[in-house]
């Protein structure tokens, strides 16, 4: 499972085209509401964590550590 931010996610998809695999992953996931910020929650497979880590490397670098925290448990 992905962890992101709803700031980071939000800026992940303004750089996603619809049509790409990548905007398929990220729409995937539900909205958790919390007391410190709203957070997404992906359910994915390691090559999806994979998929969106690339993603997020080439567009939107702040948000990968983010999703490291949760991927390196799916290694």
């Known amino acids: 499972m992905i962890v992101i931010p709803m ?3 939000k800026a992940l998809l303004r750089h ?3 049509l790409w695999p990548e ?3 990220l729409k995937n996931g539900i ?3 919390k ?8 359910l994915c497979d390691p090559e999806r964590v994979q998929l969106i880590m690339n993603f997020a490397g080439r567009v939107y670098s702040e948000a990968i550590p983010h999703i490291r ?3 390196e448990l799916l290694v």
Request: with cysteine; charged share 15%.
């Open 7 to 9: 700031q980071h996610y």
């Open 23 to 25: 905007y398929h992953a």
């Open 16 to 18: 996603c085209a619809v």
């Open 31 to 33: 909205v958790v509401r």
């Open 69 to 71: 925290q949760i991927a």
């Open 35 to 42: 007391d410190a910020g709203d957070e997404i929650q992906i």
